[in-house]
């Protein structure tokens, strides 16, 4: 049984950007809105595909820099991880500084840290990858907010516009980095050239941080806690499915090019098939937010990705390599969760600080343990030599998935929120 959750109390007051509060959205300069839907635009592009680029490399990075099995095991493992520990300070971080001030320490975070891979060393691969996945973390745990605050009318539109770019920015990074990495005759210096893309996101965020910092009104800040949400119904089963999506998705990102490539499939042929898979997760996120928004489609949605995702692992497991485009559609759709996980977080807090909480709680917490799929992937995989043993554990989390999506669909989340604290 949840511990009973913490009392309530009244909310600190908040700061408050200008044209966010009620009554003032109106009132927001057109030109502040058009800025804000470039730069979530801008961002999503990036949120994929510093991973996705690496990911589509890691066999010819380990052949060129020539580090070993544990090195190998380490660095996919490194987005989750990172942003499991920087995640976890995104709460704190947006209460001191503000949710876009937050977001624009996290992009020039991401970008020096994304240019940073491009050194042919594997001690720079390791710390590129460290840093910029970092600011990755926060900017990924703050986008619920930002979104909440910038386009409260139109949360459901903006998460997809958000997921949907997001998708895209990995699947081009997948499919076009191996090219790059042979016309440049350097895989590092391909996975540094996706750094380019996060400058650009940085330089398309400032105008919005600029008009948040000159149109905010400030008092005391709202700040709640995540970790006592962890107490409550809707916590655990955020917490839970955000998890098992985390950790099916990053787990097949980090090393499905791999996983094709030791199977005899051609490197570019592999990016190939690692791109479709993204390909497909675009159309996928906007359909099952399509089919979750209508009444009571919110379960059969939850229901359609998760078997779908459980398929595709199951195809991948029995099919041979030269039919490895069915798994990757199979397991692109299911890759479309992860929009409909976000909607969720962007509904459920009661107020921006609450959002903030939750995205906090869910993301760092689902993080840190979803860090098991790509680094027991890779170890599994040099341990046994293939990849029955790691695919046979990806589809019973898969089962378990469908169990947590009809949890989470069921009577309405309840928990009591706790004290804002400051």
């Known amino acids: 049984m949840p511990a009973t959750p913490p009392a309530s109390a009244p909310p600190a007051t ?208 709202a700040h709640i806690s995540p970790w006592p949400l962890l107490r409550t119904r809707k916590g655990q089963l955020l917490t839970a499915v955000f998890t098992l999506q985390a950790l099916l998705a990053y787990a097949l990102l980090s090393w499905l090019p791999y996983m094709l490539t030791t199977m005899g499939m051609s490197a570019s042929d592999s990016g190939l098939m690692f791109g479709l898979m993204q390909l497909v997760s675009v159309p996928a996120g906007m359909v099952l937010i399509a089919i979750g928004s209508r009444p009571r489609m919110l379960r059969p949605a939850f229901y359609l990705v998760s078997i779908t995702m459980a398929a595709g692992i199951a195809a991948l497991l029995v099919l041979p390599v030269g039919l490895a485009a069915m798994p990757a559609v199979l397991i692109g759709f299911g890759l479309g969760i992860f929009p409909l996980v976000m909607v969720m977080i962007s509904r459920s807090g009661t107020s921006t600080a609450e959002t903030t909480a939750l995205s906090t709680l869910a993301q760092s917490s689902g993080y840190l343990l979803a860090t098991a799929g790509p680094f027991g992937m890779g170890l599994l995989h040099s341990a046994t030599g293939g990849w029955t043993l790691p695919l046979v554990l990806l589809l019973a989390l898969a089962l378990v998935q469908i169990v947590v999506a009809h949890l989470i669909t069921g009577r309405p989340m309840s928990g009591t929120r706790p004290a804002e604290r400051k």
């Open 14 to 221: 908040a700061t408050v950007p200008a044209g966010t509060a009620t009554g003032a959205a109106a009132a927001k300069p057109r030109s502040a809105v058009v800025f804000g839907v470039i730069a979530l635009v801008l961002i999503g592009l990036n949120l994929r595909a510093g991973i996705t680029g690496a990911s589509a490399l890691l066999h010819d990075l380990q052949a060129v820099l020539g580090y070993g099995a544990l090195v190998a095991a380490i660095i996919p493992s490194i987005p989750t991880l990172c942003f499991a520990v920087a995640g976890a300070a995104t709460s704190w971080l947006s209460g001191k500084l503000g949710v876009e001030k937050a977001i624009l320490l996290s992009l020039a975070l991401l970008a020096g840290g994304l240019l940073l891979r491009g050194i042919p060393a594997t001690g720079m691969l390791v710390a590129g990858s460290v840093v910029g996945m970092s600011g990755l973390a926060v900017c990924n745990v703050a986008m619920p907010s930002f979104i909440r605050e910038h386009f409260a009318a139109r949360t459901s539109l903006m998460t997809a516009v958000y997921t949907v770019t997001m998708t895209t920015g990995g699947t081009l990074s997948a499919v076009l980095v191996v090219p790059l990495a042979q016309a440049l005759g350097s895989p590092s210096a391909a996975v540094g050239m996706v750094g380019i893309a996060a400058v650009a996101a940085l330089l398309g965020f400032l105008p919005v941080a600029l008009h948040a910092h000159r149109h905010t009104v400030r008092s005391t800040a």
